[in-house]
């Protein structure tokens, strides 16, 4: 493995003790990405689920499929022989599932100190990892209406119109001269035809 | 009885033919022709014509 573990040294003592019991060389997620099962990839622009299906609560609306290929959930790899200390583990002989070693506020913790000195990466896949918020962000979009790809937010009726009145307003104000010539022509309303209506 | 008599005047509405949905509300006699005149639309910021609008899509 080729990752650079010379400058952490420098690191705060509580990332120097989980590097010391986790060592990147196994455990970081730039080893995970390497291990990542490679097949994953293919299905993963048909699967991609939409960013914001308007129907979503309507009745009778499909679940979102959990079962379905999910390029943020790929990056939490876990190798059974190194088991990732973020992730959960289920123990096939009893069938129960032990929870990670470091629970999610202690994941955050350390992520956050990690960012702080650059070595995020060298930490395992994990929830918290930015990697995997901007992943699952890209996958799902932000939970607001016509915020994803090839969508437009509705926006208010006068937001919407605003362009085709401007465009009316501009069309009237370049013939206005003209109307009132021919309205002065024709005696100051006399023989107006063109009532607008109410 | 005899029958409800009707106004000799109407409320009638001028609307500003620059398309901007303003209109002024003047008071003219019922026998009178519909009303036109050049008035100042604060939207545009221009003197505009402002015509009667008729209520029916009829006028005189």
């Known amino acids: ?198 | 009885m005899a029958k409800k008599s009707k106004s000799r005047t109407i409320a009638v509405r001028l609307i500003s033919m620059a398309m901007t949905g303003y209109y002024r509300t003047m008071i003219r006699p019922r026998v009178h022709r519909p009303l036109s005149m050049l008035k100042y639309d604060p939207v545009v910021k221009k003197q505009v014509l402002f015509l009667e609008a008729t209520k029916g899509g009829k006028a005189k």
Request: zero cysteines; proline letters at 10%; a positive charge.
């Open chain 1, 1 to 198: 493995m080729s990752v650079n573990t010379a400058h952490l040294n420098q690191l705060p003592v509580r990332l120097r003790n989980f590097f010391a019991r986790y060592p990147p060389q196994t455990y970081s997620s730039l080893v995970a990405s390497r291990q990542a099962p490679p097949e994953a990839e293919a299905s993963a622009e048909k699967t991609l689920p939409s960013p914001y299906t308007p129907d979503r609560d309507a009745k009778g609306a499909h679940k979102p499929n959990r079962d379905a290929y999910s390029a943020a959930r790929a990056l939490l790899y876990s190798d059974p022989k190194s088991p990732n200390p973020f992730l959960p583990k289920k123990i096939f002989s009893t069938g129960k599932w032990l929870g990670p070693k470091f629970g999610l506020r202690q994941q955050a913790d350390l992520v956050k100190l990690a960012a702080k000195y650059n070595v995020e990466a060298l930490l395992p896949p994990g929830p918290k990892s930015t990697e995997y918020k901007s992943a699952r962000l890209a996958e799902r979009g932000l939970a607001i209406k016509g915020t994803g790809i090839g969508q437009k937010v509705k926006g208010h009726k006068w937001e919407r119109t605003m362009e085709a009145r401007l465009e009316d307003r501009r069309k009237a104000m370049v013939e206005m001269p003209e109307m009132i010539r021919l309205w002065k022509q024709r005696g100051h309303g006399r023989g107006w035809r063109q009532w607008p209506k109410r």
